[in-house]
């Protein structure tokens, strides 16, 4: 059985999922300390953040994201998800506007408590003198190379 969904649909999808595990308060200690994956990106305009979401921004995570998922057991439905919708490239997508999907994430347990203490560990990770920036890029390495063993 597939899920018929509109392209908004499931970029909305995507971003209430984030929103209700909190993702978003880790998000604000990342820009806080002068990071942000959008950084450059022309469809990002200062003050009012990005003028036009699409599936590919919407799918991908930074290492902090997939640290995060992983922990509440949610990176696999994640990665699941967005691997049965087509078009996405950096920064943009070719996404048609309708497609088929096996199902959505079930969102009705989700909690941004978790979110915000992890956004809360941060917080002190950087005012101890961390550095967020290289976390990030380490967490999204060990991520890259888990993922390639299981080629192997």
């Known amino acids: 059985m597939s899920i018929e969904i ?6 909305q999808h995507g971003l209430k999922v984030l929103q209700l595990v909190g993702s978003h308060y880790i998000c604000e200690v990342c820009i806080k300390s ?23 921004c919407t799918a991908w995570l930074c290492g902090l994201q997939k640290f995060f998922l992983n922990e509440i057991e949610l990176l696999d439905e994640w990665e699941n998800l967005w691997e049965q919708v ?8 070719n996404t048609p506007e309708t497609i088929k999907i ?3 994430l079930n969102h009705e347990q989700l909690d941004s408590k978790i979110g915000k203490l992890m956004a809360e560990k941060l917080e002190l990770f950087v005012k101890e003198g961390g550095n ?6 380490k967490l999204n390495l060990d991520f890259d190379l888990r993922n390639s063993e299981n080629f192997i």
């Not at 509109?6 to 970029?11: A, S």
């Not at 087509?86 to 920064?91: D, N």
């Not at 967020?132 to 890029?137: A, M």
Request: charged share 35%; glycine share 10%.
């Open 34 to 56: 002068g990071n942000s994956c959008c950084q450059g990106c022309e469809l990002l305009k200062d003050g009012l953040g990005c003028q036009k979401r699409n599936t590919s």
């Open 102 to 104: 096996k199902s959505l």
């Open 132 to 137: 967020i920036d290289k976390l990030e890029r």
């Open 6 to 11: 509109k392209r908004e649909d499931i970029i």
């Open 86 to 93: 087509p078009g996405q490239w950096f920064r943009r997508d």
